[in-house]
């Protein structure tokens, strides 16, 4: 099974604000709804209530230390990061993609094959960050740049890193 981690990070390693993203960028989430479908998503509680729902199309594994959390029947709710990597391989995934927060990303940067960065071009003030992370390590494999328009106040670029 690979382990993908993927992330929006502004300039300044932001990636949250108050429990939310501290932008609106319709064309990132699409690009995210397209790469994740019909694969596993593992997050932190706080980034699962900030969404809230399990995304469609995809399984959604939480982990928290909470011993009697159930948010919703089709959630599977594990209490620390390695029982949520065992249970996507039970399931037979081919890649799991750590979708948040802060500590989980943190959590899975050491053992992470690939990275889907989307930078935002912008300096952003925020109270979640993106771990600081040794390019030299990573080896990009592709970028996508996307000016600003009229639905997107920020130009951002996705990028896909292989482990070097
Ligand atoms: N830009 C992006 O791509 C992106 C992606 C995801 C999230 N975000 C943003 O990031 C912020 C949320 O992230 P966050 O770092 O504050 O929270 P988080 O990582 O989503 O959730 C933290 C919670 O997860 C549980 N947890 C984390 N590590 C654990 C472990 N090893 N074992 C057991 N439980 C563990 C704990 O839950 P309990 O407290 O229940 O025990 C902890 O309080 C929001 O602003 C969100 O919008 C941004």
Not at 31 to 37: E, P
Not at 120 to 141: C, M, R, S, T, Y
Request: net charge negative; proline share 5%; no cysteine.
């Amino acid at each position: 099974m690979k382990l993908s981690i993927l992330a929006a990070v502004s300039a300044n390693g932001v990636i949250g604000k108050g429990g939310e993203l501290p932008w609106r960028l319709p064309n990132e989430l699409a690009y995210v709804k397209r790469t994740t479908m019909g694969h596993t998503l593992l997050m932190g509680r706080k980034t699962y209530e900030s969404i809230g729902r399990p995304l469609p199309g995809r399984t959604s594994i939480v982990v928290t230390r909470q011993a009697d959390y159930a948010p919703h029947p089709e959630v599977v709710v594990v209490n620390d990061f390695a029982s949520g990597l065992a249970a996507a391989r039970e399931r037979g995934e081919s890649e799991v993609f750590v979708f948040g927060g802060e500590s989980l990303y943190a959590e899975a940067l050491p053992e992470a094959d690939r990275l889907y960065l989307t930078r935002v071009h912008a300096e952003i003030e925020g109270d979640a960050f993106f771990p600081a992370f040794d390019e030299n390590a990573w080896k990009l494999l592709e970028e996508e740049r996307h000016e600003a328009d009229e639905r997107h106040a920020y130009a951002f670029s996705f990028q896909v890193y292989e482990r070097a």
